[in-house]
């Protein structure tokens, strides 16, 4: 089954998919910047903003776990700027800063299994006051390229509660194919050449 494509109609115009530097293995220069937001990894300043939205009820809604406390943030916040962009068997958070408002408004990131090479689990979260706006699907359309191209992933997977259906429109509006749903969970997926073939 074809995966649906990306409908330009309900969200900003297609953005360009090079010239934003993902080539770079330097942390500093890991950065994308789009129309609205720049995806970069954390830094130690950005604990604030993370620890706000992280433990907002909106958001965790239908994460699993408990909010990180300040200590284990600080902590996640520093291991992220160390690791290498190929480390398996670990999350990989990018944060996903707006200029205008001076802040961190949510982070994506990728789970890179060892047992599952050339393939990521992603995932998603936004400060409630920055849903509806587009934000999390721009962020996302200027990841998906250093997924696929930088770090040549054959296949991009996510999943989310049934309910969640802000997280499952995401994904559909991402080109993402839904692969299982069993009423409690649904499985979407994104081939690299379904990707690439999207208009
Ligand atoms: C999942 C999540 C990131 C989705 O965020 P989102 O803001 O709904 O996603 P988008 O950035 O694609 O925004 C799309 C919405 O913005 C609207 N929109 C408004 N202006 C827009 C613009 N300029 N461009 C694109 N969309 C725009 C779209 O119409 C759409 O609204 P709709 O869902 O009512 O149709 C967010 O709900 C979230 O952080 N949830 C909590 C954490 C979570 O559950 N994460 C997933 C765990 S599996």
């Known amino acids: ?20 530097g993902w080539g770079s293995r330097s942390p500093e220069e ?3 910047t789009t129309a609205r937001v720049t995806v970069r990894r954390f830094a130690p300043g950005d604990l604030d903003d993370f ?3 992280q433990s ?47 802040r961190v408004i949510g982070d994506v990131g990728v789970w890179l299994a060892a047992d599952r090479p050339g393939t990521g689990d992603i995932g998603f979260q936004f400060a409630p006051a920055y849903h509806g706006q587009g934000y999390a699907r721009e962020a996302m359309q200027q990841f998906l390229p ?8 054959g296949e991009v997977t996510a999943g989310c509660d049934s309910v969640n259906r802000a997280s499952w429109g995401l994904m559909r509006r991402l080109g993402m194919e839904l692969m299982t749903d069993d009423g409690t ?14 208009p």
């Open 30 to 32: 890991r950065t994308i």
């Open 1 to 20: 089954m074809r995966a649906r494509v990306l409908d330009r109609s309900d969200g900003p115009p297609a953005l360009p998919r090079d010239g934003y």
């Open 56 to 102: 907002d009820p909106v958001v965790r809604a239908h994460l699993p776990g408990e909010p990180m406390s300040a200590g284990a943030a600080a902590g996640f916040l520093a291991r992220q700027a160390d690791l290498d962009e190929r480390q398996t068997d670990a999350w990989h958070a990018f944060a996903v800063h707006h200029p205008g408002d001076d």
């Open 146 to 153: 250093y997924l696929f191209e930088t770090l040549d992933l």
């Open 185 to 198: 969970v649904r499985r979407y997926r994104l081939r690299a050449g379904t990707w690439r073939d999207q």
């Open 51 to 53: 620890l706000t939205y």
